[in-house]
């Protein structure tokens, strides 16, 4: 059951029934005749912009404007925007009449100005209408209540946010955009469209301080007029609710219904927040057990997951992902703030990723639902997770995203982790200055790094290693690096020459020195693989 806006509402046409308005001229602004009045001010200050309300009267003697009549027309705009109803100027002592250009602005911008006799006693037509305002208020409280008792009911039934704005864009008769601290809105019917065409500065511009209660925003070369309130709650950058004014009258109770509903919503994001907060640090909790292998049976994983609103589809492939960073400063707390902000990104551009802090690192599980016969991740997935977290926490201190091998089923993703886990123990060891390392990409490496400290791999470096260190030392350092290039462009010694941009003689020179110096054939199989072991030995240091 929807109520109408009865016609009870004191608005500035009523105005001149008051006998105090018997002598009254309406100079301009005929189009706002219909706002509705909910209180009476006077203005003597130059600065009264900052203290008017919604709905006001403004009256004045126009004392403000006496030296410079011109900034009558700057404040009829500022006093729109602030949602002036009117304004009514008693001239001949300080304003002998009204600018031309004030009369225009007041038609522009739908506020009646309104010439007051010389002999109009302020005090008796505050009186008068505020009588009128407050039999009209009497009425709209009656109203304000049973709205009040339906928007609670639609909250407390859980029928959600669509739903509420929905009730009361139903019951003001004007469309209704809720925006949260990211500005992202959610809008009663009548105002989806509109919102679509609003650019993210547009939405900011609501937000300048001090924030006015009315504003104006264009969309498609037609200014709306809104009315912004602010919704109470505890984050320093508030949710608002925008009322679109429309062809319908915005009265006092609907101005009321608007207070009540902010307050309503306050309580209710605050309850959301809260229960996203549990049902987040829930989730967390088992994605840490999961990746760790702390769950053992899948049927656990499944059932936990759906328990988390997180069900995992069968046949889904995973990667679980260490995040290396150039220095150990980050905090725990530093970090599990940047695994709530990726995540929020991840589910913002709805990619199946998901991050935590586990044993002090950033970790991240990527999924991929099953497409045909099988699921894989795919490089743009990787890729994608990696620009993410440029984006999230800059490049100064992000060093690499460290995966492991890609796992089938739920079972295989603590094996995931720890293949990760070894990833960046090698790319710690190695001189490994890629973006993006993968278990499956560190071929000779992990062998290499798991025979650091043994005697066996000593035993190799006295014998190959250390003699080609020691020949590159008494060459200035110039053969190592030709003898890598040289293996890098298939044993090819033209190329090798381009690609060092050195002679094609002095190629064969050097090469020459080492097959003399240590007896070794460079055409051989066997030598070959013998020195490139040596030279990626020579790329690994030992772990501190």
């Known amino acids: 059951m929807l109520d109408n806006n009865v016609r009870d509402a004191f608005i500035v046409k009523d105005l001149f029934d008051v006998p105090h308005f018997g002598d009254a001229v309406l100079l301009g602004g005929a189009s706002g005749l219909e706002g509705t009045i909910s209180r009476v001010n006077v203005m003597e200050v130059p600065d009264v912009v900052d203290w008017v309300r919604p709905g006001e009267f403004l009256m004045t003697t126009g004392y403000p404007f006496k030296e410079d009549p011109g900034r009558l027309t700057t404040l009829i705009a500022q006093l729109a925007q602030k949602g002036v109803v009117a304004l009514g100027i008693k001239t001949k002592r300080f304003l002998d009449e009204v600018p031309e250009a004030a009369i225009r602005a007041a038609d522009h911008y739908g506020v009646p100005l309104i010439e007051l ?299 995931s982790y720890r293949d990760a886990k070894r990833a960046v123990d090698v790319r710690k060891v190695c001189h490994m200055r890629k973006d993006i390392v993968r278990f499956g990409d560190l071929g000779i490496y992990l062998l290499l790094y798991r025979l650091q400290g043994t005697d066996e791999l000593n035993v190799y470096k006295r014998m190959y290693l250390k003699p080609l260190l020691e020949l590159d030392t008494r060459q200035n350092g110039s053969l190592l690096s030709t003898l890598r290039t040289y293996f890098q462009c298939n044993c090819n010694a033209k190329e090798t020459a381009e690609k060092m941009f050195v002679h094609y003689n002095t190629v064969n020179y050097r090469l020459e020195r080492i097959r003399s110096e240590l007896g070794l054939r460079l055409d051989d199989p066997e030598t070959k693989l013998l020195l490139q072991l040596a030279m990626k030995m020579e790329e690994i240091r030992e772990l501190n």
């Open 117 to 415: 006799p010389p002999v109009t006693t302020f005090s008796d037509v505050v009186r008068e209408v505020m009588e009128r305002v407050l039999v009209s208020e009497s009425k709209d409280l009656s109203i304000l209540q049973g709205r009040v008792q339906r928007l609670s009911h639609v909250l407390l039934h859980g029928d959600g946010l669509p739903a509420f704005l929905n009730h009361l864009q139903l019951m003001i008769q004007h469309p209704v955009v809720l925006l949260d601290p990211d500005n992202q809105w959610i809008a009663s019917p009548a105002a989806e469209e509109w919102c679509a065409q609003i650019e993210p500065r547009q939405w900011n511009q609501l937000r300048i301080e001090p924030m006015a209660e009315t504003q104006f925003l264009q969309a498609n070369e037609r200014n709306v007029r809104i009315h912004v309130s602010t919704v109470s709650d505890d984050h320093a950058r508030s949710f608002l609710l925008l009322i679109l004014e429309g062809t319908h009258d915005y009265g006092p109770a609907d101005a009321l219904t608007v207070t009540w509903a902010g307050r309503l919503l306050g309580f209710e994001i605050s309850n959301m927040q809260a229960r996203r907060t549990i049902e987040a640090k829930y989730f967390d909790q088992f994605l840490q057990d999961w990746i760790s292998g702390r769950v053992v049976s899948s049927v656990d994983v499944r059932l936990r997951a759906e328990a988390c609103g997180w069900p995992l589809p069968r046949g889904a492939a995973y990667v679980t992902g260490i995040v290396s960073f150039k220095s150990e400063g980050l905090s725990m707390k530093q970090l599990q703030a940047y695994a709530k902000r990726l995540n929020w990104e991840s589910a913002s551009f709805k990619q199946a990723t998901k991050w935590t802090v586990l044993e002090g690192e950033l970790v991240v599980l990527l999924m991929s639902m099953p497409e045909g016969e099988e699921a894989v991740i795919s490089d743009d997935q990787i890729q994608q997770s990696w620009e993410l977290l440029q984006a999230t926490m800059g490049t100064y201190d992000l060093q690499a995203l460290c995966l492991g091998r890609e796992a089938v089923g739920t079972s295989a993703v603590p094996s």
